[in-house]
């Protein structure tokens, strides 16, 4: 018989950096979890892994722009865990590019996964959501969803609809007991920050990236877990429509 479980929390973008830490922090709090991710391997990893913690584990491997993967993965962590209390939409991808060297593809890749993929996590799981007494969304946006980043003009534009994504599900869905808040962190040492370090041919090394951090570093990405953990916890039960900058002090104000 399946251990009960305080909480059934499913996360996109599990297989890899933030989803990868939140997905391991919260197994070790012994929560049931659903994992998706478009990479199978890395995922059958990590849930590996969140096993060992001894955590009731569904991956489910899929594409988070697709709306019948994403619907299929909502509804097979009901079926397995019994119910679903949050969601962690952590799955993103950063192309280079200002708007006149976008392809039509790069444009609508970045929006599809960035901001169609919480949309529809969205979108499904809600109805589960607000099942539950006190349930949770969070997703990842970033410093470029409150400020432009110079080059990156479709992953800005997307992080910022995700930002205003989540303030509209604040308000449409508190009243039903549904708190959902945004987290935006600036450089977080996963390999999607070694990609753009890479994009840049060399121009700009991570050390130049870090000292215009005020705290003088990149977040490690089980920093940015922790914040996550918390806003989904009971611990932030008055937590509703935040923007949460994890960014060092970044968008603080002029540094340097
Ligand atoms: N790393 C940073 O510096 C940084 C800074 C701010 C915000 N973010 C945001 O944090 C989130 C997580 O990024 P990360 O740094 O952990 O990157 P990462 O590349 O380590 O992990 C991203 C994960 O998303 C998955 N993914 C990508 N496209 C997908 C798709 N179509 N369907 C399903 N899964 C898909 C990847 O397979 C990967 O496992 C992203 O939304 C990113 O934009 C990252």
Not at 98 to 114: F, G, K, Q
Not at 173 to 199: I, Y
């Amino acid at each position: 018989m399946a251990k009960a479980r305080a909480a059934s929390i499913l996360i996109s973008g599990a297989a890899s950096g933030i989803g990868r830490a939140t997905a391991l922090g919260l197994a070790k709090a012994g929560v049931a979890l659903t994992l998706f991710d478009r990479n199978a391997a890395m995922l059958l990893d990590v849930a590996g892994a969140c096993r060992q913690e001894g955590a009731d584990v569904l991956d489910v491997a899929g594409d988070a722009a697709s709306d019948s993967d994403v619907k299929t993965a909502v509804e097979r962590a009901v079926k397995t865990h019994g119910f679903l209390s949050g969601v962690v939409a952590a799955a993103g991808v950063a192309h280079k590019g200002d708007v006149t060297a976008l392809t039509d593809e790069i444009w609508n890749v970045t929006l599809a996964v960035n901001l169609t993929g919480p949309f529809l996590l969205a979108r499904h799981a809600v109805p589960h959501l607000l099942k539950n007494p006190a349930s949770a969304f969070v997703a990842v946006s970033s410093d470029s969803g409150i400020r432009g980043s110079r080059g990156y003009a479709a992953y800005s534009a997307s992080k910022h609809g995700v930002v205003g994504l989540i303030r509209c599900m604040a308000l449409d869905h508190g009243p039903g007991g549904l708190r959902s808040n945004v987290v935006c962190p600036s450089f977080v040492a996963t390999p999607m920050a070694d990609g753009l370090l890479k994009e840049n041919d060399g121009a700009y090394d991570r050390a130049f990236y870090e000292r215009r951090v005020p705290l003088g570093r990149f977040a490690r990405p089980e920093e940015v877990a922790d914040a996550i953990s918390h806003l989904l916890s009971p611990q932030a039960s008055y937590a509703n429509g935040m923007v949460y900058m994890l960014d060092g002090g970044t968008t603080a104000g002029t540094f340097g």
